[in-house]
């Protein structure tokens, strides 16, 4: 059963930075594309960044601009999001997720497309 843990989320001043991470357990990591996504209460869930299983292929969504890096260690099974200069407008809830194949480009941010997710880690950014 696979399992992602999302954590490293928090309280920051605009203009600071933060690393999200992902913990992924329950399977061989090395198998799955993996993405993460936000939402804001109320609003759809959006994909914010997409990584190949071996991490030599990302995308950011259109949505996001180049202050989000998405990286990915397969030696210790964890998926992280790097996000810089954050600002009020990065607020959200920010999920993890994962999909059985090596790539994420035919999935795209279609949040149907991940057959697994984590509970999420809140990002709260103030101005």
């Known amino acids: 059963q696979v399992q992602l843990i999302e954590s490293g989320g928090g309280s920051v001043q605009a203009g600071g930075s933060l690393r999200l991470s992902c913990a992924f357990s329950?399977?061989?990591?090395?198998?799955?594309?993996m993405a993460w996504f936000r939402q804001i209460p109320g609003k759809q869930r959006e994909g914010v960044a997409r990584i190949s299983s071996s991490g030599g292929m990302a995308a950011l969504s259109d949505f996001v601009s180049s202050r989000f890096r998405i990286s990915r260690d397969n030696t210790n099974n964890t998926l992280y999001l790097q996000i810089n200069s954050l600002e009020p407008e990065d607020t959200a809830m920010y999920f993890c997720a994962a999909r059985a194949s090596r790539s994420c480009q035919t999935a795209g941010f279609t949040p149907t497309m991940y057959a697994h997710w984590g509970q999420g880690t809140l990002v709260t950014v103030s101005s």
């Open positions: 329950g399977d061989i990591f090395s198998y799955y594309c």
